[in-house]
């Protein structure tokens, strides 16, 4: 399998035949949610868009994760909207999963593949259509952008992860690498999305516990993650939800890489 495949959800129900026992799992600190529990039923349409349905896999939660939503869309072909944000405060982050679109942002139209990553500033003009023969299906990112007297408004950008050179992790040997959509040091922004890559066997060696929120999104692969006091076994289209200072590592089960398109609210003082 490519080091650049992702998974993308299509829907459907399971039969009556199939067994209710699944992995799906909220708890106090985080939330799994399995691929197999991405059905046609939990989808939802929203306001201004058409031919298009969502999965909306997290939102602010008081006591939980608080600073995010996060969605996967799928549009259908000639689908899309002209006004896909109805909230002033929020800003985007898309990432194209499968199919063709095309996101015109301050009248400046990109054309997004599998691997497009676009961020869109709040309160910016945006437009998106689906333009393969296919449906489009990507993650949405929404987080209200917290504005810094001093430091300005990041700009809007478009790229693919095939153009970013990955980072590796130190004393790993690229066993464990990080896809910076994001460039870490503008303190403009006040989230990052990037996508960790594990080679069979590499792993992250400690329990990470930390301030920061995520959203994590298995692009591939799969995985035996560490989740609070729990270890479970995630695969492609599986996601994880974690509340601040969620303890977390993991092990990548191979035979290929095991990818994820990871979500966290940076460069910010906690609301008082």
């Not at 080091?3 to 009556?16: E, H, M, N, V």
């Not at 990080?178 to 992250?204: E, Q, Y």
């Amino acid at each position: 399998m490519s080091p650049r495949s992702y998974y993308a959800p299509k829907g459907g129900l399971p039969p009556q035949t199939q067994l209710l026992t699944d992995r799906a799992v909220f708890t106090e600190a985080y939330a799994v949610i399995p691929r197999g529990c991405f059905s046609d039923i939990v989808t939802s349409l929203l306001p201004f868009w058409d031919k298009a349905r969502f999965w909306v896999i997290a939102r602010p939660l008081s006591g939980f994760a608080e600073t995010f939503s996060q969605y996967v869309a799928e549009v259908q072909p000639g689908g899309g909207s002209d006004r896909p944000e109805t909230d002033p405060r929020a800003e985007a982050a898309l990432f194209v999963v499968e199919g063709q679109m095309t996101v015109t942002i301050d009248g400046t139209a990109h054309d997004l593949i599998p691997g497009s990553f676009a961020f869109i500033p709040a309160g910016t003009a945006w437009t998106l259509r689906a333009t393969g023969d296919a449906p489009a299906r990507f993650h949405w990112l929404r987080k209200a952008f917290e504005a810094i007297d001093g430091l300005g408004t990041p700009e809007a950008f478009v790229v693919n992860e095939a153009d970013i050179a990955p980072t590796a992790m130190p004393d790993t040997e690229g066993k464990w690498a990080t896809t910076r959509f994001m460039d870490h040091d503008d303190l403009r922004h006040d989230m990052h999305v990037t996508i960790v890559t594990l080679d069979p066997g590499a792993v992250i060696p400690f329990l990470e516990t930390h301030v920061m929120e995520h959203g994590l999104y298995v692009l591939q692969g799969k995985g035996a993650y560490r989740l609070n006091r729990d270890w479970v076994e995630v695969e492609a289209g599986d996601f994880m939800w974690l509340r601040a200072f969620c303890p977390q590592a993991c092990y990548a089960g191979g035979p290929g890489p095991f990818r994820y398109l990871l979500y966290k609210d940076v460069n910010r003082h906690p609301t008082l």
